[in-house]
T-cell receptor
Framework: NAGVTQTPKFRILKIGQSMTLQCAQDMNHNYMYWYRQDPGMGLKLIYYSVGAGITDKGEVPNGYNVSRSTTEDFPLRLELAAPSQTSVYFC???????????FGPGTRLTVT | DAKTTQPPSMDCAEGRAANLPCNHSTISGNEYVYWYRQIHSQGPQYIIHGLKNNETNEMASLIITEDRKSSTLILPHATLRDTAVYYCIVNSGAGSYQLTFGKGTKLSVIP
């Protein structure tokens, strides 16, 4: 199993551009999550999904959108990128009612 | 979810036990204690969790005080690969979607 994969690994965006961060998992996990981690800080939850077609906001959803059309994929969309969105983005997944979330390797995004 | 307090950094000699403390004095009865770690530039990795009993797995042991207001993660024989930031998280359990990561403890294992 590849586990949780994320693409791209690195990206530089100009202010106002848009992009989609891709996340996929091959563990048949129902639950998926997007976090962001600013330098020297802990992770903050952006959005999560408990299954295909179901998404909900986390702690810091502003400026982002998600969709979940399949169990495997959970893309994160940035519209009108801003410097405040410079961060490392982690995708994670888990079984329902599991204590353990599996994290991907992260996407490092810089907005200038 | 209850707030946690951890020391910002600790050192441990290679081969010795690393004892990482966490204070969670406002924990409520249905909240679990989770530990994750993050090795530099990687995604976090689950280590262990517990409610009130001590727990042990292949990675670590978790000791929770009887009043549940604090806990200690023990890595019995620290190696250089255990150098990481360790996060103590209190959460109301499985199916509670948000893991709130604080700043954690930066553990440095010294040769």
């Amino acid at each position: 199993n590849a586990g949780v994969t994320q693409t791209p690994k690195f990206r530089i965006l100009k202010i106002g551009q848009s992009m989609t961060l891709q996340c996929a998992q091959d563990m048949n996990h129902n639950y998926m999550y997007w976090y962001r981690q600013d330098p020297g800080m802990g992770l903050k939850l952006i959005y999560y999904s408990v299954g295909a077609g179901i998404t909900d906001k986390g702690e810091v959803p502003n400026g982002y959108n998600v969709s979940r059309s399949t169990t495997e994929d959970f893309p994160l969309r940035l519209e009108l990128a801003a410097p405040s969105q410079t961060s490392v983005y982690f995708c994670a997944s888990s079984y329902p009612n599991s204590y353990e979330q599996y994290f991907g390797p992260g996407t490092r995004l810089t907005v200038t | 979810d209850a707030k946690t307090t951890q020391p910002p950094s600790m050192d441990c000699a290679e081969g010795r036990a690393a004892n990482l403390p966490c204070n969670h004095s406002t924990i409520s009865g249905n909240e679990y204690v989770y530990w994750y770690r993050q090795i530099h530039s990687q995604g976090p990795q689950y280590i262990i969790h517990g409610l009130k009993n001590n727990e042990t797995n292949e990675m670590a042991s978790l000791i929770i005080t009887e009043d549940r207001k604090s806990s200690t993660l023990i890595l019995p024989h620290a190696t250089l690969r255990d150098t990481a930031v360790y996060y103590c998280i209190v959460n109301s359990g499985a199916g509670s979607y948000q893991l709130t990561f604080g700043k954690g403890t930066k553990l440095s294992v010294i040769p």
